[in-house]
C-alpha cells in the first residue's frame, strides 16, 4: 500500500461491547489501551510476554505467539509487536477478513491510521498529518490547549455558558492559579456564574467572559441567613434560574472547606451538581517547602486536623490525647491563632517538645514563608516573624527532611 498518500475517512468507532484485538505486549500496546478501553472496547492482549502496565489494566491476556485464528470476531485489530513479520502477517489476516487494522511500525501498511487525539471537554480533536506523527501530535497539542485556555473562543467551539443549569463545587488549589485542575478550567470558562471564596486564586477570575456574573462569598448579605446559608442560596437560585454556576473554592472543596452543605443544598433543590477536586493546601503547602507529609523510614502517616476550635473547648471534636501518642506527621489548618493551646496539648499528651515543626504562610505563591523551630517555639517562631493566616502548620520529623530536599527543589 505504499506510494502517493491517500487522505484518509475520519470517523468515530464505537467500540463499546465489541471485541478488539491487540497483538504485542510491549509499550506500544500500552499507550494505546487506556483508549481502546475508554471507549468501551472488549479487548484480548496477545502476545507471549506484556508489561505490568499492561497486566494492571484487567483486559484479558493470552500469553503466547499470535495464530492467524486470533482476528476472527474482531472488529479492529491493533499489530503492535517489535517483529515486522509478525504485524505484516496480522495486517494480512484482518485484511482477508475485513477487518480494519492499525500497524503501530509501518503505518502506511494497515487498512486504518491512529490519528493524535486530544480531549477537551466533550470535544475530541483527531489530527492526521501524512506520515509526519510529530507534527500531528504538536497540532493535537496546540488545539486542546486553545480550548482548555479559552482563546479558541468561535461559538462554534464553546457557546456562551453550558446551556446546562447546574452547579459544580471546584476545589482550585492552594494558591498558585496554575495549580487548579484542567477540568476546574474547563468549567470555569464554561461559567454563567462564579461564587468565590476568599482563598481561592482571584487571579483566575481574569480569565472569565466579561458577561460572567463574579459573586465574592464574603460580601453576600446575610440577611435572615447566617453565611452558609446565604452563600447556598446564591447558588442555588442562580442554578434553579438556568445558569451554571461554579463554586470557586480554595484548596479541596471536601477538606474544611463545607463542599457537603453545598452539596446537601442542591440536592434538596433538586439542581445537579459535580465535583471537581482541588489539590489541597494540608498536602501542598508543606510540599511547596520542600516538607514532604510522609517519607520513607520517618513517616508512615499523616493526619490533617482543624484548628479553628482550641483543644479545651467543649465544641472540640479532636481527640488529642490520641494524637499526643502519634508517631507521624500532624498538619493542622487554621491553627495561628490558638497555636500556643494547641502545642501544649500535643506536649501535655505526649509529643516530644523537641518535635521539628514549620508554619508555611501562603503556600506555593511567591509571597510564601516558611518559619520553622519545634513543637515547643513554633508560637513564639510564628508570631516573632509576624506570620498571618492563611497558612499550614506541620509537626513532625518530616520538616527536618526539607534541609536536604530544599536546595535541588524548584518551586
Request: aromatic content about 4%; some cysteine.
Amino acid at each position: 500500500m505504499g506510494g502517493k498518500i491517500v487522505a484518509p475517512y475520519l470517523l468515530g468507532l464505537r467500540f463499546a461491547g465489541r471485541r478488539v484485538l491487540v497483538v504485542g505486549g510491549g509499550t506500544v500496546a500500552q499507550r494505546r489501551l487506556p483508549a481502546l478501553l475508554d471507549a468501551g472496547a472488549e479487548v484480548t492482549v496477545v502476545a507471549p510476554a506484556v508489561t505490568a502496565g499492561i497486566e494492571s489494566l484487567g483486559v484479558r491476556i493470552e500469553l503466547r505467539p499470535y495464530v492467524s485464528s486470533d482476528v476472527d470476531g474482531a472488529w479492529f485489530v491493533l499489530a503492535a509487536t517489535d517483529d515486522p513479520a509478525v504485524n505484516a502477517l496480522v495486517a494480512v489476516d484482518a485484511e482477508a477478513q475485513r477487518i480494519f487494522c492499525v500497524r503501530a511500525d509501518e503505518a502506511s501498511d494497515g487498512s486504518a491510521w491512529t490519528p493524535a487525539v486530544g480531549r477537551h471537554d466533550n470535544v475530541t480533536v483527531a489530527v492526521h498529518a501524512g506520515r509526519d506523527p510529530v507534527r500531528a501530535a504538536a497540532i493535537r497539542s496546540a488545539i486542546v490547549e486553545r480550548l482548555a485556555d479559552g482563546s479558541l473562543d468561535a461559538p462554534a467551539v464553546r457557546p456562551s455558558g453550558t446551556g446546562i443549569p447546574g452547579v459544580a463545587l471546584v476545589g482550585a488549589g492552594p494558591g498558585d492559579p496554575e495549580l487548579i485542575t484542567v477540568r476546574g478550567r474547563r468549567l470555569l470558562a464554561r461559567a454563567d456564574v462564579v461564587v468565590v471564596d476568599r482563598l481561592a486564586p482571584h487571579l483566575l477570575l481574569d480569565e472569565l467572559r466579561g458577561d460572567v456574573e463574579v459573586i465574592d462569598a464574603a460580601k453576600i448579605p446575610y440577611g435572615r441567613y447566617v453565611a452558609q446559608e446565604a452563600i447556598n442560596e446564591a447558588l442555588v437560585s442562580r442554578a434553579l434560574a438556568g445558569k451554571f454556576v461554579v463554586r470557586l473554592k480554595g484548596g479541596d472543596p471536601f477538606v474544611f472547606g463545607r463542599g457537603g452543605e453545598e452539596i446537601e443544598a442542591c440536592v434538596a433543590a433538586g439542581v445537579p451538581v459535580q465535583i471537581v477536586p482541588g489539590v489541597t493546601s494540608p498536602i501542598a503547602a508543606p510540599g511547596a517547602a520542600g516538607i514532604p507529609v510522609t517519607h520513607r523510614g520517618i513517616a508512615h502517616e499523616f493526619t490533617v486536623l482543624s484548628g479553628h476550635v482550641a483543644p479545651d473547648d467543649p465544641r472540640s471534636l479532636v481527640d488529642w490525647a490520641a494524637l499526643g501518642r502519634l508517631r507521624g506527621t500532624l498538619v493542622l489548618m487554621m491553627a495561628i491563632e490558638r497555636l500556643p493551646a494547641i502545642a501544649a496539648a500535643l506536649i501535655d499528651n505526649g509529643r516530644a517538645p523537641a518535635t521539628p515543626a514549620a508554619a508555611v504562610q501562603e503556600g506555593t505563591l511567591g509571597s510564601q514563608l516558611v518559619v520553622k523551630g519545634t513543637l515547643e517555639t513554633i508560637a513564639d517562631d510564628v508570631s516573632a516573624a509576624g506570620l498571618k493566616p492563611p497558612a499550614v502548620v506541620v509537626i513532625g520529623d518530616v520538616v527536618a527532611v526539607a534541609d536536604r530536599l530544599l536546595p535541588a527543589l524548584r518551586i
